[in-house]
Structures are given as C-alpha cells and as structure tokens.
C-alpha cells in the first residue's frame, strides 16, 4: 500500500512537472513565433521558424538550466547565463555589410530580445514574456511607420553620373555633395575618354537623399543622372 501511495505520489509529481514545462515551451514557442511571423510578412532575413526556434532554445535552455542544477547539483543559472552570448553570436551573423554600409542591426536586436522572451517564458514569467512580447510588436509595426512618415529612415542610395572627363565630373560631384553637406563613398569610375561613368554612394535620410537628387540633375556638367537602387537601413 505504501509503495502503490508513493509511486502515485512520484507520478503525481512528475505529471506537475512535465506539464508545468511543456507550458512554458508552448507559450515560448507561440510568443516567439508571433514576432517572427511580424519578420516574415515584412520579408526580413529572420523570419518564422528562427525567430521561434530562438525563442524555444532559449525558454528550453532555462528549462533545463534550472532541471539539472536541481537533479546534480550546481549553479541554477549557469547553463541559462550562456544563452546571451549565444544569441549574440546568431545576431551579429544577420549584421551584413552592403554597399559600404551596414544593414540588419534591427534583425539582430530583435533576436536579442527574443531571447529574452524565451528565457522570461522558460521561467514561468508569463505575465512578463507576454508584455515584452506585445512591446516589440509595437516596437516593430508602429515605430517603423513612424519612421517612414517623418522620413528619419535612412537609406544609401547608389547613384550614376556621366560626363566627358573623370576629373570634371568628380569636381562637381563633390561640389553638389559639399552643398548638401554629405559626404560620396565607394566612388568607383568607368568608361573612356570622351565618355566616362562615375558611380558613388550616398547615405542619408529621405529629405536629404530627394536634396542631392534635385541639386545633381540641376547641374549642367553631368550628360545623365540616375539612380541605381537603395538600401535601406533597418
């Protein structure tokens, strides 16, 4: 009789346990990939599943953290303290350097912060992984339509000039960008003599990008003035 009352005990315990962490796990994963599916629609690098994984690593690594250290012995919090250098490893992977800038710095914090989310879960903080998840959401949706509005996004946009001689159009070029008050990177110059095609980029927000536009097609130096793209910084 005390043997069956014990393992019903034992049981009992282990069911309170078990479903106690495939909570946790659930609510990472739902949490996680709610900010990811964010990424996905809007076409970012990290998307769905990595932001979900991250989130479900991270809840799983606390999880077991906390298990272990109770099982053997030991530091509760050592396992879980080397998730953040780890998620800082995957984040500074997504930080890419394009056209002379640097782009993913957004991808990389918000995986930061979904560590969190998964760490905040892992530990039964519920109330606090929902609230942080809600706030990156808005961080996410509202802070960058803002952005655009105002146009304090900034962007590196690849512009193409021609002319008859290298030297004379980078003389001008350099004096519309000295107007504007920013400054030509990664100038690259192309063509022969007579012809020549000189390619440089500019970083800058939306006003500052539309003032350079205006200031190079009203020189009368350049044969053409075009744009070949932009990148634009998260």
């Known amino acids: 009789m005390d043997a069956r009352h014990s393992l019903d005990l034992l049981g009992s315990d282990m069911g309170t346990v078990l479903s106690g962490t495939i909570a946790r796990l659930v609510v990472a994963a739902i949490l996680g990939g709610t900010i990811g599916l964010e ?13 979900m994984f991250i989130c479900f690593g991270a809840a799983m690594f606390t999880v077991l953290s906390d298990q272990l250290a ?3 012995g030991g530091d509760h919090t ?16 997504s930080i890419l350097h394009a056209r002379g800038s640097v782009v993913g710095l957004t991808t990389a914090a918000t995986l930061f912060v979904v560590g969190s989310v998964g760490m905040a879960a892992g530990g039964g903080l519920y109330v606090t992984a ?25 962007r590196l946009v690849t512009y193409e000039v021609t002319g008859t001689g290298a030297e004379t159009v980078l ?25 020549v095609r000189v390619l440089f980029n500019v970083d800058g927000s939306h006003d500052e ?9 009203q020189s009368t130096v350049f044969a053409t003035v075009g744009s070949l793209g932009a990148v634009e910084h998260e």
């Not at 080397?82 to 800082?88: F, M, N, S």
């Not at 990008?209 to 097609?217: R, T």
């Open 39 to 51: 990424r996905q629609l809007r076409h970012k690098p990290a998307g769905l599943r990595t932001n």
């Open 70 to 72: 109770g099982g053997m």
């Open 78 to 93: 050592r396992v879980a303290a080397q998730i953040i250098p780890g998620i800082g490893f995957i984040g500074a992977g």
């Open 130 to 154: 929902i609230f942080a998840t809600l706030v990156i959401l808005i961080a996410l949706a509202l802070l960058g339509k803002l952005e655009r509005k105002f146009g304090m996004r900034s």
């Open 171 to 195: 003389i001008e070029a350099n004096r519309v960008l000295d107007e504007a008050r920013i400054t030509m990177q990664n100038v690259r110059v192309a063509g022969s003599a007579g012809h």
């Open 209 to 217: 990008q539309e003032q350079v536009n205006v200031l190079l097609h």
